[in-house]
C-alpha cells in the first residue's frame, strides 16, 4: 500500500555528514510509523532509528545515538535520517522502512514495506 524511495547516500569522509530522505508513495503515510534499518555486506539488517506517526517520539540503537536525528515531513510523504560524525563502521545499505502498528518498534519482522536501500560509504 506504500512504496518507499531511500535517496542521499554515497560516498564521504569519516567525520561527515549526509542526510538520507524517504520518500512514500500515497496519502497514508502519516498512519506509519518510520524506521531506518541498515545493513553492512554479511552482516544481519540492524536497527538504526524510529519515529512514531505523530513525529513526537524518536528512538536510536545505542551505536548511533548522539550522531544521528529521524524525523520526518507528513505534508510531504518524506522521512529523513541525519547522520553527523559519520565513521568507517556505519558503511552499510541504509533502508526505510514503514509499521502500521500502534507502536513504533525495533525490529525487522514488524516492517510492512520496505525502500530498495541507498548505499553509505565513509572512508577513513
Known amino acids: 500500500q506504500v512504496q518507499?524511495?531511500?535517496s542521499g547516500g554515497g560516498?564521504?569522509?569519516?567525520?561527515?555528514?549526509l542526510r538520507l530522505?524517504?520518500?512514500?508513495s500515497g496519502?497514508?503515510?502519516s498512519t506509519y510509523n518510520m524506521g531506518?534499518?541498515?545493513?553492512a555486506p554479511g552482516k544481519e539488517r540492524e536497527?538504526?532509528?524510529v519515529i512514531d506517526r505523530s513525529g513526537s517520539r524518536t528512538y536510536y540503537d545505542d551505536s548511533v545515538k548522539g550522531r544521528v536525528t529521524i524525523s520526518r515531513e507528513n505534508a510531504k510523504?518524506?522521512?529523513?535520517?541525519?547522520?553527523n560524525r559519520l565513521k568507517p563502521e556505519d558503511t552499510a545499505?541504509?533502508?526505510?522502512?514503514?509499521?502500521s502498528g500502534v507502536v513504533p518498534l525495533r525490529t525487522v519482522r514488524h516492517y510492512e514495506y520496505w525502500g530498495q536501500g541507498t548505499q553509505v560509504t565513509v572512508s577513513s
Open 4 to 6: 518507499l524511495v531511500e
Open 11 to 17: 560516498l564521504v569522509q569519516a567525520g561527515g555528514s
Open 21 to 24: 530522505s524517504c520518500a512514500a
Open 27 to 29: 496519502r497514508t503515510f
Open 36 to 39: 531506518w534499518f541498515r545493513q
Open 47 to 49: 536497527f538504526v532509528a
Open 77 to 83: 510523504n518524506t522521512a529523513y535520517l541525519q547522520m
Open 93 to 99: 545499505v541504509y533502508y526505510c522502512a514503514a509499521d
